[in-house]
């Protein structure tokens, strides 16, 4: 069965860590760029941060810039997200994607990233209190 599956969410005090991760089963993540997107209440689908499946170049928003990491571990099949220093507006629920159509300035550039082809995982919540 082809799928992404994500762990690592949950509830975290403002300026505390976690890592997200997301693990492919059924086809080989090496092939595929890879994208951690988030979509808080009441917003739009935002990309966080992609990683290229040809040299690990890697893009993040503004927002999150010294403060996430994405890195993938192609032995173990799986994504990760380290996310430090979480704020309030970090909170979203935040889902993995793995496309091989599909370049790092396609999936995290600034045009809307539609995904058709690309396979999503379905998320795990982050919530970081006020």
């Known amino acids: 069965q082809v799928q992404l599956v994500e762990s690592g969410g949950g509830l975290v005090q403002p300026g505390g860590s976690l890592r997200l991760s997301c693990t492919a089963s059924?086809?080989?993540?090496?092939?595929?760029?890879l994208g951690w997107f988030r979509q808080a209440p009441g917003k739009e689908r935002e990309p966080v941060s992609c990683?290229?499946?040809?040299?690990?170049?890697?893009y993040y928003i503004d927002s999150v810039k010294g403060r996430f990491t994405i890195s993938r571990d192609n032995a173990k099949n799986t994504v990760y997200l380290q996310m430090n220093s979480l704020k309030p507006e970090d909170t979203a629920v935040y889902s993995c994607?793995?496309?091989?159509?599909?370049?790092?300035?396609?999936?995290?550039?600034?045009?809307?990233?539609?995904?058709?082809?690309?396979?999503w995982g379905q998320g795990t919540q982050v919530t970081v209190p006020s």
């Open positions: 994607a793995a496309d091989s159509l599909s370049s790092l300035q396609t999936m995290c550039g600034s045009s809307p990233y539609i995904g058709a082809s690309a396979f």
């Open positions: 059924g086809f080989p993540l090496r092939y595929y760029t």
């Open positions: 990683i290229s499946s040809t040299d690990d170049s890697t």
